[in-house]
């Protein structure tokens, strides 16, 4: 559930991590089209992740059906910038994708978009009182 909260990517990447790491085993649905329909909804929150805490993003997700409830797969990975390292998995589809990535691009597209180091925390603190 962290990853739906980009406060939680912004305080990783002020941490220092090189990368983040999303596992998730969330319920879906069928959409009209016969796709599992919170796969979008992922897809576009690892890619504003990446875009937010400027690190890659490894996206695993649970796939399949168990006791009638859907599990979407379409594991996917982006980098630093957000632009995929591979092909997104099938959805409902057990899938091993191998994305390489570059450290050093990461560190590249950082100096670009500092935006997690621009974050002002004190500002959260006192906005939100002395429990924050």
Known sequence: E???HMSSAVILAK?????????????????LGGEPAGLR???FLIGATALTAVRPVFFSNRCGWEEGILFGGGSWAVDAR???????????????ILAPFSLAAAA?????????????????RAALGSDA
């Open 15 to 31: 941490a220092g991590v090189d990368a983040i790491i999303v596992m998730a085993g969330g319920p879906s649905e069928l959409d």
């Open 108 to 124: 590249r597209a950082r100096t670009l978009t500092p935006i997690p180091y621009a974050e002002r925390f004190d500002l959260w």
């Open 82 to 96: 957000g632009e995929s390292l591979a092909a997104a998995a099938p959805a409902l589809d057990e899938t091993l």
């Open 41 to 43: 909804r992922w897809h």
């Open 2 to 4: 962290d990853a739906w």
